[in-house]
């Protein structure tokens, strides 16, 4: 990956590659930043393994392609976890150096890792110097050589490290540049944390493919968002949905604020019928999906505007292979629900130091099993239902909690829902909905349960419905739903 960034400073030198609030830079100065952060590497530490905690940031790529730049492979770590949380993921990927700002000091501070707080560094004059020398060749690397070691959010239990390579990573971005259609002259949106598979590829790696522009938004504000796109004239954005309904949701801004925009993908966790055409109804922007994972390098599907279908991630992007398949791993016909089972050169190459967690979700053919429902239509698009851990049995009937969700948001009222099982002596479980309401709208629990009734089957009629403020999410946005159930 670090010859894309030397190739976009010969084509695009003087160009902005990204920018923040604080910092602007080039494709060159970019460049120069990085064999900065290479020559500042190689001078503290020889371990393999480098820590990256920084947002989303003009810095952080600089960061990143130093890193291998120098030989190692960068470990962005989630800087919203707790201290307990990150100090296990540090032993784990055997962390000596973490670089950082002073701003997350507090976080990095009782870990037991020595921290470079990379603003307290003279950069700039550094960066000067670099540019009067020679940059130093890249070293070489092979596509099967592990890139990048990402920590999964643990929300079904503690965090793996994903080991993806180089392979990984190049070959899924410009799968994903060709299926969306996207060009150098996207100025594109970045309020995802780069810690995450889907900030990192899409808002980090692809924009330097292309040798596009990026503008980024360390931490998520829904009215920072709207006024970045409106007053930078950006024209792509990739958001979770919880980020589009927040979005919606923001006062004092005309329907056409977004008007530059030209795509702007949802991805992450299902997006609910409410918000996307809340989406529309509020800035007239048609949201799309797309569908991936951390072990998927992370795009499977993926939609554009001239490839959309209402309700699918997307299609299969080239050379990743899609099938639904049933508890007997048997092939399931068209239109189907089965687990999401998937083929190709994203898929990673396993879990660091876990073998046998590997082996339990890549079979020998190359098959990864996602842990996800859903199907295929005549023309491959694809629809998630739900995670197989979620499927709620209900006497003896599968439920799966996706569907229960959709209708629930159909609701006037309804912003946004999350349906679990809970055990039921007579039927072995029940469905109970969680539901957030639209700012201002009011509804009961009888008022909702009748709504639901009138459009599900019976047994799929949650048994009760919770009306609360907001769902718990992880930090990156995805419902909680262990949370919901406890």
């Known amino acids: ?7 976009a400073q010969r084509r695009f030198g003087g160009k902005v590659a990204v920018a923040d609030a604080r910092l602007q830079l080039t494709y060159k100065r970019l460049a120069a930043l990085a064999a900065v952060m290479r020559d500042i590497i190689i001078a503290e530490t020889p371990a393999p393994r480098i820590g990256i905690l920084l947002p989303a940031s003009a810095i952080f790529p600089a960061a990143l392609f130093g890193t291998w730049w120098a030989g190692r492979i960068p470990v962005p770590l989630n800087f919203l976890l707790a201290p307990n949380e990150l100090a296990a993921i540090t032993s784990d990927a055997d962390l000596d150096l973490i670089l950082s700002v002073k701003p997350l000091a507090k976080i990095v501070g009782p870990l037991p890792v020595r921290t470079l707080l990379l603003d307290e560094l003279p950069l700039k004059r550094k960066v000067l110097m670099r540019m009067l020398r020679r940059a130093p060749d890249p070293l070489p690397v092979q596509p099967s050589d592990t890139a990048v070691l990402l920590y999964t959010s643990g929300t079904s239990g503690l965090p793996k490290g994903v080991e993806l390579s180089f392979g990984n990573l190049r070959t899924n971005c410009e799968a994903s540049i060709a299926a969306a259609d996207l060009d150098p002259s996207h100025r594109m949106l970045n309020v995802l944390p780069p810690f995450h598979v889907f900030g990192l590829t899409a808002n980090v790696l692809m924009p330097v493919l292309l040798g596009a522009s990026v503008y980024a938004i360390p931490r998520f504000n829904p009215r920072a968002a709207v006024r970045a796109v409106q007053e930078q ?44 055409t809340g989406f529309m109804e509020r800035f007239g922007i048609q949201l799309v999906q797309g569908y991936g994972l951390t072990e998927t390098s992370p795009v499977v599907s993926l939609s554009s505007m001239a490839n959309w279908r ?11 292979e899609v099938r639904i398949l049933d508890d007997e791993r048997n092939q399931l016909q068209t239109g189907q629900a089965g687990e999401i089972c998937v083929r190709g050169p994203n898929v990673m190459k396993g ?34 239902s739900a995670r197989i851990k979620d499927l709620i049995i ?90 919901l159930t406890e």
């Open 1 to 7: 990956m670090l010859d894309a960034l030397l190739d």
């Open 233 to 276: 004239g950006l024209s792509m954005m990739m958001a979770i949905p919880s980020m589009y309904a927040a979005m919606i949701r923001t006062k004092g801004f005309p329907k056409d604020a977004l008007q530059t925009l030209q795509l702007a993908e949802s991805g992450g966790e299902p997006l609910p019928e409410a918000v996307e």
């Open 310 to 320: 209402p309700g699918s991630v997307g299609r299969p992007i080239a050379d990743v």
């Open 351 to 384: 879990y660091y130091r876990q073998p046998e967690q590997t082996d339990l979700v890549i079979d020998l053919d190359g098959w990864f099993r996602t842990g996800d429902v859903g199907s295929l239509d005549t023309d491959g698009y694809l629809y998630i």
């Open 394 to 483: 209900v006497g003896g009937e599968n439920v799966y909690p996706r569907e229960i969700e959709a209708v629930l948001e159909q609701h006037s009222a309804v912003a946004e829902a999350a349906v679990v099982g809970v055990e039921d002596k007579s039927r072995g479980q029940v469905p109970v909905a969680f539901v957030g309401l639209l700012d201002g709208a009011a509804a009961t629990e009888s008022e909702l349960r009748t709504f639901a009734r009138q459009r599900l089957a019976g047994y799929k009629t949650p048994r009760r419905v919770h009306i609360v403020d907001q769902l718990p999410r992880s930090p990156t946005g995805k419902v909680l739903k262990r949370a």
